[in-house]
């Protein structure tokens, strides 16, 4: 019988927590900036009692939230988002996958003033703004399938773009959904494949979609049908944005990897096309996956040798410029997102150890200029979660506002979310929460202004 204790995603910084808590009045270190206020919503996996999942992926949502008010932390929540998995309900039935059968664990939203929890191979959950779940969301049926738990909102539009990406035709399907929350436009991605499309990119004027060599793998038995292939080619697709860019889409060969996450995409002054994120190769992907599924040969995190690569597509020459562009293992990028789809100067990751174990965890500040690079060292036995930019009240420059990261801290046995000056680093707050928030995934800071003003 397997010694479900060894699970990796199920011990240490990723020990689910057991039930769900409200606390009011949470202590405050240094002074919170009263610009911040609204909530920080972070999800993860963090399955029931007595529930050993197959997969991390596969581990139910959870959302942990913490409100901040007029320089004022007034409570921490966690809620699991209550969708028919939560009950057991299986995702493949006799009519074909059930979409609203989700973990729901991967990320949380906020567009069009409607929090969404998302998972990617589901249709998102509606989630009231004190954590409660509403139900599945399909976008008043506009939305025919999966939806990427990656989504994009332009900075300049308003407009969320997103895709959902299927192991079986279509392969690729895109939307746009309108500053008002309204799916306006779907096509079908042409020449796309099975495989696995975690995130994409957006630039002011170009849809960037990316097929690495992971791909569907019915031969593959953890519950998450994919695996790494040769056969399957790494590829850019570069679509024009707008209601005919389907048909216009060209795609461009690179090297063998696998990327998770992009940091970001832009034209360049040339025209071309640069897109950057933490990329693994095989090696790190086997590593990976193994952390992923608890299997034997896994790496000590469950990000291994992942390392910021940078494409520079030039579509006039039809070729690609391709590097690692940093030697530090990160993942998690993030920016200030009124620069998402523009050049951006500043960069930030959550790091990781290096494959002996030197370096420990930290938040990385990335200035693509200077090719500066600084850490945020947090501590022994102390993990950071994806680091969220939110900008000063008035701000003018690139890095002018904050870092909010929740720290999980296993001597304490307890969390703290961390509020950093995003120019030098520094601990501006320190909110002490009152239990260990369980290491997640993604998340996101969402102003009161973004809400219904009536939400408590
Ligand atoms: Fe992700």
């Not at 997102?337 to 990335?366: H, M, T, W």
């Amino acid at each position: 019988m397997e010694n479900t204790a060894k699970k990796p995603y199920l011990t240490g910084h990723y020990t689910p927590v057991a039930d769900e808590i409200t606390a009011t009045g949470l202590a405050v270190e240094g002074t919170l900036p009263p610009e911040l206020t609204g909530r920080l919503l972070r999800n993860g996996h963090n399955p029931k009692p007595g529930v050993t999942p197959t997969h991390w992926f596969k581990g139910s949502g959870m959302v942990h939230g913490i409100r901040l008010r007029d320089g004022r932390a007034e409570w921490y929540r966690n809620r699991w988002v209550h969708t028919p998995a939560l009950e057991g309900a299986p995702y493949m039935t006799e009519k074909g996958p059930d979409f609203t059968a989700s973990a729901a664990g991967t990320h949380v939203i906020e567009h069009a003033g409607r929090l969404l929890a998302l998972c990617e191979s589901n249709f998102p959950f509606e989630l009231t703004p004190e954590l409660e779940t509403v139900g599945a969301f399909d976008f008043d049926g506009k939305l025919s399938g999966m939806m990427t738990a990656h989504p994009k909102e332009d900075p300049v539009t308003g407009e969320l773009h997103f895709f959902g990406s299927s192991p079986l035709p279509p392969y690729l399907m895109y939307y746009v959904c309108d500053a008002k929350g309204e799916i306006v436009h779907s096509a079908e991605v042409p020449q796309a494949s099975a495989s696995l499309k975690h995130d994409f990119a957006i630039t002011r004027r170009h849809v960037v979609f990316i097929e690495g060599n992971v791909t569907f793998d019915p031969t593959e038995h953890s519950g998450i049908p994919y695996g790494w292939s040769d056969r399957q080619p790494a590829r850019i697709g570069v679509m024009p944005k707008g209601a005919d860019g389907a048909r216009h889409i060209r795609w461009y060969s690179v090297e063998p990897g696998n990327m998770l996450h992009v940091s970001n995409a832009y034209e360049d002054d040339e025209g071309r096309i640069v897109l950057e994120g933490p990329t693994v190769d095989q090696e790190g992907f086997r590593l990976s996956w193994n952390w992923w599924i608890g299997a034997p040969g896994r790496g000590a995190e469950p990000n291994a040798r992942s390392y910021i690569r940078r494409w520079v597509i030039d579509p006039a020459a039809g070729s690609v410029d391709e590097r690692i562009v940093d030697d530090l293992a990160v993942e998690f990028p993030t920016l200030n997102e009124a620069y998402l789809g523009a050049e951006n100067r500043y960069q930030y990751a959550v790091s990781f150890p290096d494959e002996k174990g030197f370096g420990g965890y930290g938040i990385a500040k990335y200035d693509r200029t200077t090719g500066a690079r600084r850490i945020h060292r947090v501590g022994d036995a102390r993990l950071p979660s994806e680091a969220v930019f939110v900008p000063a009240a008035g701000s003018t420059g690139e890095d002018d506002g904050y870092l909010l990261t929740v720290v999980s801290d296993l001597k304490q046995d307890a969390s703290q979310l961390l509020v950093l000056d995003a120019s030098g680093l520094d601990t501006v707050a320190t909110v002490h929460l009152p239990r260990r928030v369980t290491a997640g995934i993604h998340g996101s800071w969402v102003p009161d202004a973004d809400l219904d003003a009536t939400a408590s």
